[in-house]
T-cell receptor, first 114, second 117 residues
Framework: AQKVTQAQTEISVVEKEDVTLDCVYE???????LFWYKQPPSGELVFLIR??????QNEISGRYSWNFQKSTSSFNFTITASQVVDSAVYFC???????????FGEGTQLTVNP | DTGVSQDPRHKITKRGQNVTFRCDPI?????LYWYRQTLGQGPEFLTY????????KSRLLSDRFSAERPKGSFSTLEIQRTEQGDSAMYLC???????????????FGQGTRLTVV
């Protein structure tokens, strides 16, 4: 069965610091998809990225970057020069190609202080 | 706004009552999902529809829960004889379906927060 672990329950940083959110996953499938979602206080999950297990290239989007390492089953998310508006709960999720459901981690509450 | 909408946003009910939630997905999306999220936890999958067909149900979905998607458009989630343990945020999501890029991306609504007293 698939499982996603986000060991960091809460992280607090000061604005402009870099912060990395860890995600470790377990799956028996050889093909799968990994996602990151942001959940601000309003409650709506906002899609950030989707990564295919065949594509191990790291990705950068503005201040966001993702490090996918299949060898360690990790898909970590880094925010560079954090801002107060980055404060939210961030979820890592896994979808196996054999199914349609997303399996979420427990989330990391990020607080960026001014 | 053409995103996923859920109604109501908040619901307080007494234990033992029945409640029904509605989800309106993005209009061209074939797939619709229901998730439940309790405080401090990640969302947990409940069920999923491909058009009007309910294709997968989680073991979390006890026989007090039923979901429908008539005509493959909006969906309803009903909980009968509510219990305090049902208190949670119920999230709906939709996607185009299939794999590859935008088709696989699930768009979430803002959820319905249920409190059972």
């Amino acid at each position: 069965a698939q499982k996603v672990t986000q060991a960091q329950t809460e992280i607090s940083v000061v604005e402009k610091e870099d912060v990395t959110l860890d995600c470790v996953y377990e799956t028996r499938d050889t093909t799968y998809y990994l996602f990151w979602y942001k959940q601000p206080p309003s409650g709506e999950l906002v899609f950030l990225i989707r990564r295919n297990s065949f594509d191990e290239q790291n990705e950068i989007s503005g201040r966001y970057s993702w490090n996918f390492q299949k060898s360690t089953s990790s898909f970590n998310f880094t925010i560079t020069a954090s801002q107060v508006v980055d404060s939210a709960v961030y979820f890592c999720a896994l979808r196996e190609t054999s199914g349609s459901r997303l399996t979420f981690g427990e989330g990391t509450q990020l607080t960026v202080n001014p | 706004d053409t995103g996923v909408s859920q109604d109501p946003r908040h619901k307080i009910t007494k234990r033992g009552q029945n409640v029904t939630f509605r989800c309106d997905p993005i209009s061209e999306h074939n797939r619709l999902y229901w998730y439940r999220q309790t405080l401090g936890q990640g969302p947990e999958f409940l069920t999923y529809f491909q058009n009007e067909a309910q294709l997968e149900k989680s073991r979390l979905l006890s026989d007090r829960f039923s979901a429908e998607r008539p005509k493959g458009s909006f969906s309803t989630l009903e909980i009968q004889r509510t219990e305090q343990g049902d208190s949670a945020m119920y999230l709906c999501a939709s996607s185009l379906g299939g794999t590859g890029g935008i088709r696989d991306r699930a768009f979430f609504g803002q959820g319905t927060r249920l409190t059972v007293v």
